[in-house]
Protein backbone atom coordinates (compact mmCIF):
# COMPACT_ATOMS: atom_id res chain seq x y z
CA UNK A 1 0.00 0.00 0.00
CA UNK A 2 1.54 3.18 -1.03
CA UNK A 3 1.93 6.03 1.95
CA UNK A 4 0.76 9.49 0.96
CA UNK A 5 2.56 11.05 -2.15
CA UNK A 6 2.88 14.69 -2.75
CA UNK A 7 4.06 16.55 -5.54
CA UNK A 8 6.64 18.06 -6.64
CA UNK A 9 9.24 17.56 -3.81
CA UNK A 10 10.59 20.72 -4.99
CA UNK A 11 8.95 23.89 -6.24
CA UNK A 12 10.14 27.26 -7.22
CA UNK A 13 8.38 30.11 -8.10
CA UNK A 14 9.07 34.11 -8.74
CA UNK A 15 6.55 36.78 -6.57
CA UNK A 16 3.37 37.16 -7.95
CA UNK A 17 3.24 33.46 -9.61
CA UNK A 18 1.13 30.84 -8.62
CA UNK A 19 1.97 27.63 -6.74
CA UNK A 20 -0.08 24.38 -7.23
CA UNK A 21 0.56 21.61 -4.75
CA UNK A 22 -0.70 18.15 -5.07
CA UNK A 23 -1.39 15.43 -2.53
CA UNK A 24 -2.47 11.83 -3.26
CA UNK A 25 -4.16 9.98 0.21
CA UNK A 26 -3.19 6.11 0.97
CA UNK A 27 -5.47 4.05 -0.80
CA UNK A 28 -8.71 4.26 0.82
CA UNK A 29 -8.09 6.75 3.19
CA UNK A 30 -11.13 9.77 2.43
CA UNK A 31 -9.94 12.55 5.04
CA UNK A 32 -6.92 15.03 3.92
CA UNK A 33 -5.10 17.80 5.87
CA UNK A 34 -2.70 20.21 4.86
CA UNK A 35 0.15 21.43 7.40
CA UNK A 36 2.75 24.33 6.93
CA UNK A 37 6.42 24.34 8.48
CA UNK A 38 7.73 27.82 7.77
CA UNK A 39 11.67 27.77 8.34
CA UNK A 40 12.82 27.37 11.93
CA UNK A 41 9.42 26.67 12.94
CA UNK A 42 6.75 24.02 13.83
CA UNK A 43 4.31 22.24 11.77
CA UNK A 44 1.04 24.27 11.74
CA UNK A 45 -2.79 23.23 10.90
CA UNK A 46 -4.28 24.93 7.56
CA UNK A 47 -6.73 22.81 6.63
CA UNK A 48 -8.93 19.87 6.51
CA UNK A 49 -11.03 18.41 3.76
CA UNK A 50 -13.06 15.08 2.89
CA UNK A 51 -14.35 14.70 -0.67
CA UNK A 52 -15.22 17.51 -1.90
CA UNK A 53 -15.62 19.17 1.12
CA UNK A 54 -14.09 21.70 3.26
CA UNK A 55 -14.26 20.64 6.96
CA UNK A 56 -12.17 23.06 8.89
CA UNK A 57 -10.26 26.03 6.52
CA UNK A 58 -9.35 27.57 10.18
CA UNK A 59 -5.72 27.59 10.00
CA UNK A 60 -5.69 28.61 6.12
CA UNK A 61 -4.92 32.68 5.54
CA UNK A 62 -7.72 33.95 4.21
CA UNK A 63 -6.56 35.40 1.26
CA UNK A 64 -4.62 33.66 -1.86
CA UNK A 65 -4.50 30.15 -0.23
CA UNK A 66 -7.31 27.67 -1.48
CA UNK A 67 -8.01 24.09 -0.76
CA UNK A 68 -9.59 21.34 -2.87
CA UNK A 69 -9.97 17.52 -2.41
CA UNK A 70 -12.14 16.56 -5.40
CA UNK A 71 -14.18 13.11 -6.49
CA UNK A 72 -11.83 12.00 -8.27
CA UNK A 73 -7.66 13.23 -8.24
CA UNK A 74 -5.68 14.53 -5.69
CA UNK A 75 -6.18 16.94 -3.52
CA UNK A 76 -4.71 20.35 -4.10
CA UNK A 77 -3.78 23.38 -2.01
CA UNK A 78 -3.17 26.38 -4.39
CA UNK A 79 -1.33 29.73 -3.33
CA UNK A 80 -1.85 32.42 -5.72
CA UNK A 81 0.38 35.36 -6.27
CA UNK A 82 2.73 33.89 -3.93
CA UNK A 83 4.82 36.04 -1.85
CA UNK A 84 8.24 35.36 -0.24
CA UNK A 85 6.62 34.70 3.17
CA UNK A 86 5.16 31.43 1.68
CA UNK A 87 8.51 29.65 1.28
CA UNK A 88 7.82 26.51 3.71
CA UNK A 89 7.39 23.46 3.63
CA UNK A 90 3.89 21.59 2.82
CA UNK A 91 2.59 18.93 4.48
CA UNK A 92 -0.35 16.69 3.23
CA UNK A 93 -1.66 14.11 5.81
CA UNK A 94 -4.69 11.25 5.31
CA UNK A 95 -6.59 9.03 7.87
CA UNK A 96 -9.14 6.27 6.73
CA UNK A 97 -11.50 7.83 9.66
CA UNK A 98 -12.21 10.73 11.89
CA UNK A 99 -12.33 10.38 15.37
CA UNK A 100 -9.29 11.63 17.96
CA UNK A 101 -7.77 8.06 17.99
CA UNK A 102 -7.29 8.25 14.27
CA UNK A 103 -3.55 8.56 13.41
CA UNK A 104 -2.72 10.53 10.35
CA UNK A 105 -0.32 9.33 7.78
CA UNK A 106 2.19 12.43 6.27
CA UNK A 107 3.48 12.36 2.86
CA UNK A 108 7.05 13.84 2.20
CA UNK A 109 6.18 17.01 1.93
CA UNK A 110 6.13 19.81 -0.94
CA UNK A 111 9.20 22.63 -0.36
CA UNK A 112 8.16 25.64 -1.74
CA UNK A 113 10.80 28.72 -2.66
CA UNK A 114 9.53 31.76 -3.28
CA UNK A 115 12.33 34.53 -5.00
CA UNK B 1 -6.86 24.28 24.56
CA UNK B 2 -5.09 21.49 26.41
CA UNK B 3 -1.24 22.13 26.09
CA UNK B 4 1.84 19.78 26.06
CA UNK B 5 5.35 20.64 27.82
CA UNK B 6 8.06 18.91 26.57
CA UNK B 7 11.80 19.49 26.98
CA UNK B 8 13.62 21.22 24.06
CA UNK B 9 16.38 18.60 23.47
CA UNK B 10 17.58 15.77 24.90
CA UNK B 11 20.95 13.65 23.97
CA UNK B 12 21.13 9.64 24.41
CA UNK B 13 23.73 6.92 23.49
CA UNK B 14 23.72 4.76 20.99
CA UNK B 15 21.67 1.52 22.02
CA UNK B 16 20.98 3.08 25.33
CA UNK B 17 17.07 3.53 26.15
CA UNK B 18 15.50 6.79 26.04
CA UNK B 19 12.56 8.11 28.02
CA UNK B 20 11.33 10.97 26.57
CA UNK B 21 8.70 13.01 28.88
CA UNK B 22 5.59 15.28 28.32
CA UNK B 23 3.64 17.32 30.40
CA UNK B 24 -0.40 17.22 30.23
CA UNK B 25 -1.85 18.65 33.08
CA UNK B 26 -4.98 19.94 31.19
CA UNK B 27 -5.72 16.82 29.38
CA UNK B 28 -9.55 16.21 29.25
CA UNK B 29 -11.26 12.92 29.64
CA UNK B 30 -11.14 11.82 26.04
CA UNK B 31 -8.39 13.37 24.59
CA UNK B 32 -5.65 10.80 23.05
CA UNK B 33 -2.04 10.79 23.76
CA UNK B 34 -0.61 11.16 20.18
CA UNK B 35 3.33 10.80 19.55
CA UNK B 36 4.72 11.80 16.28
CA UNK B 37 8.63 12.26 15.23
CA UNK B 38 9.93 14.68 12.20
CA UNK B 39 13.35 13.01 11.01
CA UNK B 40 15.32 15.87 9.10
CA UNK B 41 13.94 16.70 5.71
CA UNK B 42 10.93 14.73 6.15
CA UNK B 43 7.12 14.57 7.27
CA UNK B 44 6.06 13.55 10.65
CA UNK B 45 5.72 9.97 11.24
CA UNK B 46 3.55 8.62 13.50
CA UNK B 47 5.05 6.57 16.76
CA UNK B 48 2.35 5.58 19.46
CA UNK B 49 -0.53 6.73 20.74
CA UNK B 50 -2.91 5.38 24.04
CA UNK B 51 -5.74 7.28 26.31
CA UNK B 52 -5.36 5.50 29.97
CA UNK B 53 -3.08 2.11 29.28
CA UNK B 54 0.93 1.45 28.90
CA UNK B 55 0.63 0.80 24.80
CA UNK B 56 3.79 -1.11 23.24
CA UNK B 57 4.41 -1.43 19.54
CA UNK B 58 7.19 -2.53 17.20
CA UNK B 59 8.90 1.23 17.36
CA UNK B 60 8.20 2.23 21.03
CA UNK B 61 6.35 2.08 24.59
CA UNK B 62 4.17 4.95 25.68
CA UNK B 63 3.67 4.37 29.64
CA UNK B 64 1.10 7.21 30.78
CA UNK B 65 0.66 8.12 34.40
CA UNK B 66 -2.22 7.20 36.43
CA UNK B 67 -4.19 10.67 36.65
CA UNK B 68 -3.11 11.12 33.19
CA UNK B 69 -1.20 14.50 33.48
CA UNK B 70 2.20 12.89 32.38
CA UNK B 71 3.44 10.71 29.56
CA UNK B 72 6.48 9.02 28.75
CA UNK B 73 7.66 8.02 25.48
CA UNK B 74 10.18 4.78 25.91
CA UNK B 75 12.79 3.57 22.70
CA UNK B 76 14.18 0.72 24.23
CA UNK B 77 17.47 1.13 22.22
CA UNK B 78 18.45 4.24 20.94
CA UNK B 79 19.98 4.37 17.44
CA UNK B 80 21.45 6.86 15.20
CA UNK B 81 18.25 6.53 12.75
CA UNK B 82 16.38 7.36 15.76
CA UNK B 83 17.52 11.13 16.05
CA UNK B 84 14.48 13.41 15.01
CA UNK B 85 11.75 16.13 16.65
CA UNK B 86 9.62 14.15 19.55
CA UNK B 87 6.05 15.55 19.25
CA UNK B 88 3.70 15.14 22.03
CA UNK B 89 0.21 16.06 20.76
CA UNK B 90 -3.44 15.82 22.30
CA UNK B 91 -6.09 14.94 20.30
CA UNK B 92 -9.71 16.30 20.67
CA UNK B 93 -9.05 19.66 18.13
CA UNK B 94 -11.61 17.98 15.98
CA UNK B 95 -9.11 16.39 13.22
CA UNK B 96 -6.31 18.90 13.20
CA UNK B 97 -3.15 18.04 15.05
CA UNK B 98 -1.60 20.97 16.82
CA UNK B 99 2.16 20.19 16.86
CA UNK B 100 4.52 22.20 20.00
CA UNK B 101 8.36 22.48 19.62
CA UNK B 102 8.72 19.46 20.54
CA UNK B 103 12.15 17.39 22.32
CA UNK B 104 14.84 17.31 19.74
CA UNK B 105 16.65 13.82 20.17
CA UNK B 106 20.60 13.85 19.61
CA UNK B 107 22.01 10.47 19.89
CA UNK B 108 25.52 9.68 19.77
CA UNK B 109 27.61 7.09 18.60
Known amino acids: NAGVMQNPRHLVRRRGQEARLRCSPMKGHSHVYWYRQLPEEGLKFMVY????????ESGMPKERFSAEFPKEGPSILRIQQVVRGDSAAYFC?????????????FGPGTRLLVL | DAKTTQPNSMESNEEEPVHLPCNHSTISGTDYIHWYRQLPSQGPEYVIH???SNVNNRMASLAIAEDRKSSTLILHRATLRDAAVYYC??????????FGAGTILRVKS
Open chain 1, 93 to 105: ASSPRIGTQETQY
Open chain 2, 89 to 98: ILSGYGNKLV
Open chain 1, 49 to 56: LQKENIID
Open chain 2, 50 to 52: GLT
